[in-house]
C-alpha cells in the first residue's frame, strides 16, 4: 500500500497553526442590529435574576430560579417539579425545532447574533479595541516584542470581572459569605468564558461547535444566506483598471474589506463554507466600499443560491416574503407550535395534589379478636401549590369500615380523617384501616 506521502506528493501535516485573526471595525445597519441584540442578551442573562414575583410566603419571590435544595424550577407563574420534567424536556425540543427553523429560514443567523459565544467573543474584540486599538494597532502590538506596556495591556483587563457576576449572590459573594461551591462555579464559569471568548473565539466556531455540520442538513438553495454575487464582481480589479479597461472588471475591487471585517477571518467571495456565521458584517463593509466608488450596493447580501442562480440567467430574485414562507419552514413553525400549545394545556390541566399510596407489607394485615381486619397504608401527599391546605381522605364502599392515623386509635376512628397539612408543600402519613370481616373472603383483601 501506498505511504500517504507517495498519494500528496509530500509530507503533509494534518495540524495547522492557528492565525490570530482581528477583524477591523464596521458601521452599517448589521453591524448596529448586532449591538442591539448583544445588548438585549446581556440584559436578560444579568437582569432576569434581580426581577421580582410575588408567589406568596412559601415559596421564593425570584421570577426564574432552579432551586436545587428544594427541587423546584420556577420561571414566572410556572412552577416546575421533579416528576415534571417533561416540561423541560418539551423546551429543549421546542429550542431544537426553533433552530431548525431559523436556519432553513436565514441560515446561520443565530450562530451570528445571538449565540453566547458569539455575544461574548464580540464584546471582547471590542474590549480589545478599546485597549489596544483597531484591527492595525492591534496587528503591530502582537508582532512587537513583549514590552511592559504590552504585558500590561494583555493582562491588565479588570473587564473580567463582568463574566464572573452572579446577581443572586453578589451581596454574599463580595462580602465573603458565599458558599464554596458559589465561588467554585463563578471561577470555573470565567476561565471558561475568558478562555472562550477570549483566546479560542473563532475556533470554538469552526472546529469545536458542532452545528455547523449538522447545518447542512437544515439549508438547501433556498435559505437566505450571505451570498457573494460572484457574477456581477469578477473579474477583480482595482478602480484604476476599471477606469483604464470599461467593461473589463466587474463590482469587485478587491480591497478585502469583507474579509478585514469577518470575526471568523474567512473570504466569502469564496462561496458559502464552514465558518461563516452568517453575521453579516462583510455586507456592511462591502455596502460602504461600493458607495464610496459610486456602484450599487447588494454585491455581498442576504440572498438564496437559487436567486443568484436566476439573476446570472437575467432574471429576478424572489421576495423576501416567499422565501422565508415556503412548505418546509411552515411546517417546522407548526410544529413548533403544536408543541408549545400542547406544553400550555397539559400545564392548564395538572392537579396540583400527588396521593401515593402504599400497603404496609409487614405484617400484611393484622385480625383483631373481634375478627375486624386492620391494613396499615403510607399515604404520601404531595400539595404543589404555594399555600398550605387541609386534606381530607376518606374510605368509600366498604360498610363500617374506619381508618385514623398514628395520632389516633381505633376508638377516634371515623371514615374520614383531617389535618394532613403540617408541611405546606408536602406530608406523610400511616393511615390504620380497620373493617368488619367478610363472609367468603381472604383476610387481608
Given at each position: 500500500m501506498a505511504s500517504p506521502d507517495d498519494l500528496?506528493?509530500?509530507?503533509?501535516?494534518?495540524?495547522?497553526?492557528?492565525?490570530?485573526?482581528?477583524?477591523?471595525?464596521v458601521d452599517g445597519p448589521f453591524r448596529r442590529l448586532k449591538w442591539a441584540i448583544m445588548a438585549v442578551t446581556l440584559?436578560?442573562?444579568?437582569?432576569?435574576?434581580w426581577i421580582r414575583w410575588d408567589r406568596g410566603p412559601y415559596a421564593p419571590d425570584q421570577a426564574v430560579l432552579v432551586d436545587l435544595a428544594h427541587r423546584r424550577f420556577y420561571m414566572f407563574q410556572i412552577e416546575i417539579w421533579p416528576h415534571e420534567f417533561y416540561y423541560v424536556a418539551g423546551l429543549l425540543i421546542m429550542a431544537g425545532i426553533g433552530l431548525f427553523l431559523v436556519t432553513s429560514?436565514?441560515?446561520r443567523a443565530w450562530c451570528g447574533y445571538a449565540c453566547p459565544q458569539t455575544v461574548w467573543t464580540d464584546l471582547f474584540q471590542h474590549v480589545d479595541r478599546l485597549v489596544d486599538g483597531d484591527r492595525n494597532a492591534q496587528i503591530?502590538?502582537?508582532?512587537g516584542p513583549w514590552t511592559a506596556e504590552k504585558v500590561g495591556k494583555r493582562t491588565g483587563g479588570a473587564w473580567i470581572m463582568y463574566f464572573?457576576?452572579?446577581?443572586?449572590?453578589?451581596?454574599?459573594?463580595?462580602?465573603?459569605?458565599?458558599?464554596?461551591?458559589?465561588?467554585?462555579?463563578?471561577?470555573?464559569?470565567?476561565?471558561?468564558?475568558?478562555?472562550?471568548?477570549?483566546?479560542?473565539?473563532?475556533q470554538v466556531c469552526i472546529y469545536m461547535c458542532p452545528w455547523p455540520r449538522i447545518q447542512t442538513a437544515m439549508?438547501?438553495?433556498?435559505?437566505?444566506?450571505?451570498?457573494?454575487?460572484?457574477?456581477?464582481?469578477?473579474?477583480?480589479?482595482?478602480?484604476?483598471?476599471?477606469?483604464?479597461?470599461?467593461?473589463?472588471?466587474?463590482?469587485?475591487?478587491?480591497?478585502?474589506?469583507?474579509?478585514?471585517?469577518?470575526?471568523?477571518?474567512?473570504?466569502?467571495?469564496?462561496?458559502p463554507q464552514i465558518g461563516c456565521i452568517t453575521c453579516a458584517l462583510c455586507i456592511d463593509a462591502c455596502d460602504g466600499v461600493m458607495a464610496q466608488v459610486g456602484r450599487p450596493r447588494g454585491l455581498i447580501d442576504y440572498c438564496t443560491l437559487e436567486d443568484v442562480a436566476a439573476e446570472k440567467a437575467g432574471g429576478t430574485a424572489r421576495p423576501v416574503r416567499k422565501t422565508l414562507?415556503?412548505?418546509?419552514?411552515?411546517?417546522?413553525?407548526?410544529?413548533?407550535?403544536?408543541?408549545?400549545?400542547?406544553?400550555?394545556?397539559?400545564?392548564?390541566?395538572?392537579?396540583?395534589?400527588?396521593l401515593a399510596v402504599q400497603h404496609e407489607r409487614s405484617p400484611l394485615y393484622v385480625q383483631l379478636s373481634d375478627g375486624h381486619i386492620r391494613n396499615n397504608y403510607t399515604l404520601k401527599l404531595r400539595n404543589m401549590e404555594t399555600r398550605p391546605r387541609?386534606?381530607?381522605?376518606?374510605?368509600?364502599?366498604?360498610?363500617?369500615?374506619?381508618?385514623w392515623t398514628e395520632e389516633g386509635s381505633r376508638v377516634t376512628a371515623a371514615i374520614a380523617t383531617r389535618g394532613l397539612d403540617g408541611d405546606p408543600r408536602g406530608d406523610s402519613e400511616t393511615i390504620q384501616f380497620d373493617r368488619p370481616p367478610v363472609d367468603n373472603q381472604e383476610p387481608g383483601q
Open positions: 500528496t506528493g509530500g509530507k503533509t501535516s494534518l495540524y495547522a497553526a492557528r492565525k490570530a485573526i482581528y477583524p477591523k471595525r440584559a436578560i442573562y444579568y437582569g432576569t435574576p429560514a436565514v441560515g503591530r502590538l502582537a508582532q464572573a457576576d452572579a446577581p443572586t449572590l453578589t451581596h454574599d459573594f463580595w462580602t465573603g459569605q458565599a458558599a464554596p461551591v458559589a465561588y467554585g462555579t463563578v471561577a470555573v464559569l470565567t476561565a471558561t468564558t475568558f478562555v472562550l471568548g477570549g483566546f479560542m473565539r473563532e439549508m438547501d438553495e433556498k435559505s437566505l444566506l450571505v451570498t457573494y454575487r460572484e457574477w456581477r464582481g469578477e473579474p477583480r480589479g482595482s478602480t484604476k483598471k476599471a477606469m483604464a479597461h470599461p467593461g473589463a472588471f466587474g463590482d469587485c475591487i478587491d480591497c478585502n474589506q469583507c474579509v478585514a471585517v469577518c470575526p471568523t477571518g474567512i473570504d466569502i467571495r469564496e462561496g414562507f415556503r412548505p418546509r419552514t411552515i411546517i417546522y413553525f407548526s410544529i413548533w407550535c403544536a408543541i408549545g400549545a400542547a406544553m400550555l394545556f397539559t400545564l392548564g390541566q395538572r392537579t396540583r395534589l400527588d387541609a386534606v381530607e381522605v376518606t374510605v368509600s364502599g366498604l360498610k363500617d369500615a374506619a381508618l
